[in-house]
């Protein structure tokens, strides 16, 4: 298969994708609730889902489509060879604030559910982060490293909560607490995909959250992974976890032991 081509096609879907949520971004933007209160959708999240899942289908009839806000799409999921995964705003929360910190993910995975081309655009500064499995990763067509950071104490690291951080316990207040005193800078930027973007490039040192989908991150697990870096489940593995909580951290490599020691001391497994 020719991942060159899909990875262009798969760029230019998501920029086009960008132009809608530019144009919405400047016009008043309702919002719709969905699993709670905090958990919500706008129309822009549709209208950019529809266009793209329409353009890759029409691109790829073979493939199967998942996005976040449309469910399952294409060709069957039990047989189809290749699978993608959409998020047609990541950071619906910022987006709807106003805040100009989102974007679109696009992955494509193999059978496995293995990543092996990865897309995600943030419309409002034009970056277009984009990695091939084996070929590296790239920012604006320039090639994205991790940091060489060597210890936590010197990283800036992001992380993130549930929707259901309200009601639950497993909220990851606990760790966010424990790594505030042990590193230089933490963020919450509000988008988990962008968040592993900017591990892989060497924009954050490391990056942990509990709770993702698959289209929140199988395009920037890849970006990591292409840039150097590394991302493991909570226990260090890399088994999948889609069926379970989806507890995902990532780093340059060089502070995952320290990342994972602390999530080791104040997780309630
Ligand atoms: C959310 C964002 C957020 C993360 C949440 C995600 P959405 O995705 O990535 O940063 O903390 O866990 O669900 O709802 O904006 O697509
Ligand atoms: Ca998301
Ligand atoms: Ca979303």
């Not at 060497?202 to 709770?211: H, K, L, T, V």
């Not at 991302?231 to 780093?251: A, C, H, I, L, P």
Request: proline share 4%; net charge negative.
């Amino acid at each position: 298969m020719d991942t060159q081509a899909i990875l262009s096609n798969a760029s230019i879907i998501a920029e086009q994708a960008g132009v809608i949520l530019r144009k919405k971004f400047e016009q008043p933007i309702k919002h719709m609730t969905k699993s709670s209160d905090i958990d919500i959708v706008t129309e822009a999240d549709q209208e950019a889902e529809l266009f793209i899942s329409r353009e890759l289908l029409r691109l790829y009839p073979e493939h199967h489509l998942v996005g976040e806000e449309g469910g399952g799409q294409g060709a069957p999921i039990d047989t189809a060879t290749y699978h993608w995964y959409v998020d047609p705003i990541d950071g619906t929360t910022n987006f709807a604030s106003g805040i100009p910190h989102f974007c679109v993910s696009l992955a494509l995975t193999d059978a496995d559910r293995k990543p092996i081309v990865a897309v995600i655009y943030q419309p409002m500064t034009d970056d277009l982060y984009t990695a091939i499995k084996g070929e590296g990763a790239k920012r604006n067509g320039k090639p994205i490293q991790v940091t060489e950071t060597s210890k936590l104490v010197q990283s800036v690291v992001g992380s993130g909560f549930p929707y259901f951080k309200h009601t639950k316990p497993d909220n990851n207040t606990k760790q966010w607490a424990e790594f505030t005193k042990k590193v230089r800078g933490i963020r919450r930027m509000g988008s988990a995909a962008l968040d592993l973007a900017y591990v892989a490039a060497g924009r954050f040192d490391g990056y942990w959250e509990p709770s993702l989908k698959p289209w929140d991150v199988l395009a920037g697990v890849l970006l990591v992974e292409e840039a150097g870096g590394k991302v493991t489940d909570y226990q260090g593995g890399n088994r999948q976890q889609w069926d379970e909580k989806g507890r995902f951290v990532s780093s340059n490599s060089h502070i995952h032991q320290e990342m994972l020691n602390i999530i080791k001391e104040s997780y309630d497994w």
